[in-house]
């Protein structure tokens, strides 16, 4: 099965190559080579979650074996945390690209939006599948350029704008991070990141290493669009398309931001309590301030985008209260709680949102408006987006029995077990102002008044709009059975545990 772990990355990077070489010749090449090209990493993701889930495969690229000890090759690394990610990147691309099927008429250069989106999620997949800080650096910059792209893909002024303003803040956080990554070689002499833990344990804990710290979470805090390096997301997801902003919110910020630093402060340094109550405090201010930000937006994806913020402040405070409980010598039990929820949201979130952004661009796709003010009475004329954007609301809202109210419920629970009482409220508190959030969205768009006589034609969506939301709403519900025991220890309890092994477990695998 090892072999087959770089076909995640290489087949989107093939099928760019080939959309952006025959797509002209070939009209329908792109639509069609995405969607079957995500498929296959989907059900190779699956795969590997189903045959392999207990198991960490190495791959060497070139078979470069170490020297002296030294592994010198570029190496791919696939565990249950990393496979975990590569199923919720690859079916976030999935249905977006089948979304995408009937959206992207609207737009011209249809092979570019494919090509780079191809771009974009072999960038999202070699992101959590490098073993090393430079490929991941490299992959990272793969993944953000083309998202540049994207969110410019209108060329209205509005998106080249936030596109702008996204590639300034990006320039910045890829500044500090490769910075860090300098510095951590010219200390550690490498870049493999089981190596350089091996030498990290073995030297102890430095003031150097801490300030290389602080730069990775400022620099992967603002990928991830965290408090207070949220400055570029509510212009990028409100103005790219509705695919892409379901990307960005759903896959992105995790994979280049949240994932990448769970994986370093978990794995390759070793747990310091400071650094883990400093992000556990990012967190909490990412999910409060986000959901004040969100409350006022009259701009339905403006709304959305900060509420990503916000939500995401629920997967840091989850992990981060792990983080806090393991940094402490505490009860393994109780961090594992806490970590799980944290990823339950993390899955959660991209179903959800990535739902409700698909909804949202279903009804601009209609209506020509993202402005709540301008809507109404859509509940008659587009039921199904209706439905599953009131699903998706009620999810999004910590309502039972849809899939948000249990890892919100895990994530409160490990809270006042951990004797976190003050996490616990803020998220009791932070989930009612998110319902009223969403019951104004609710209102305004499908609820509220009737549509004027020169709305009288409006009707649902295509059938692969329809088809994608659809399979999110449903993903709403199935993802709750995560809940029962026998599921959620075969699908995040592995990823957890690789979490809570902390620094040893990369030791260990470098050691095999």
């Known amino acids: ?300 994806k403006r709304l959305l985008a900060y509420h990503s913020i916000s939500q995401m402040g629920y997967v840091i405070i989850g992990v981060g209260m792990g983080m806090i409980i393991l940094s402490r010598q505490g009860s393994l039990a109780a961090a594992s709680l806490a970590i799980t929820g944290g990823l339950f949201h993390l899955v959660n979130h991209a179903v959800f949102k990535g739902l409700l952004f698909l909804n949202a661009g279903a009804i601009e796709y209609r209506l020509g408006t993202r402005d709540l003010k301008k809507m109404g009475g859509l509940a008659e004329k587009m039921p199904l987006t209706a439905a599953t954007s009131l699903g998706a609301s009620m999810a999004i809202s910590g309502i039972p029995p849809f899939n948000g109210f249990f890892s919100k419920l895990i994530i409160i629970i490990a809270a006042i077990q951990a004797r976190f009482y003050i996490l616990a409220a803020l998220a009791v508190l932070v989930s009612i102002i998110t319902l009223a959030s969403f019951m104004k969205f609710q209102r305004y768009a499908f609820f509220n008044g009737k549509i004027s006589a020169s709305r009288v034609n409006i009707s649902e969506v295509p059938p692969f709009m329809a088809f994608s939301m659809t399979i999110m709403a449903l993903l709403c519900l199935a993802l709750s059975l995560l809940l029962i025991p026998d599921l959620r220890e075969h699908v995040l309890q592995p990823a957890v545990d690789i979490l809570t092994g902390r620094n040893a477990y990369f030791i260990n695998l470098l050691n095999k």
């Open 1 to 300: 099965m090892y072999k087959l772990i770089p076909l995640p990355v290489i087949l989107p990077l093939v099928a760019a190559f080939l959309i952006a070489i025959v797509g002209k010749r070939f009209k329908r090449l792109a639509k069609i080579l995405s969607v079957l090209v995500f498929l296959s990493t989907a059900v190779l993701s699956y795969w590997y979650m189903v045959a392999g889930n207990q198991e960490t495969m190495l791959y060497k690229i070139g078979g470069w074996e170490p020297i002296n000890d030294i592994p010198i090759g570029v190496y791919m690394l696939l565990d249950p945390f990393s496979g975990f990610m590569l199923c919720i990147i690859n079916t976030i691309a999935l249905l977006s690209t089948v979304y995408s099927v009937n959206y992207i008429t609207k737009f011209t250069g249809v092979n570019y939006f494919y090509t780079l989106l191809s771009i974009m999620v072999a960038g999202l997949n070699g992101v959590v599948l490098a073993g090393d800080l430079f490929n991941l650096y490299v992959f990272l910059e793969i993944t953000v350029i083309s998202s540049y792209a994207l969110v410019a893909f209108g060329t209205d002024k509005e998106e080249l704008e936030a596109s702008l303003k996204y590639q300034v803040l990006g320039g910045i956080a890829t500044s500090l991070i490769l910075f860090s990554i300098g510095m951590i070689y010219w200390y550690t002499k490498t870049l493999n990141m089981m190596d350089i833990t091996r030498v990290l344990h073995a030297s102890g804990d430095v003031k150097l290493i801490q300030f290389c710290q602080l730069m990775l979470i400022a620099g992967f805090g603002l990928k991830a669009a965290i408090m207070p390096f949220h400055g570029w997301l509510p212009d990028a997801h409100s103005s790219a398309p509705s695919p892409i902003s379901a990307m960005l919110s759903g896959v992105v910020i995790k994979a280049a931001g949240l994932y990448v630093i769970f994986r370093l402060f978990f794995n390759m340094f070793e747990l310091n309590f400071e650094i883990s109550v400093l992000i556990t405090a990012i967190g909490t201010l990412s999910m409060v301030v986000g959901v004040f930000l969100a409350i006022g937006q009259w701009d339905l």
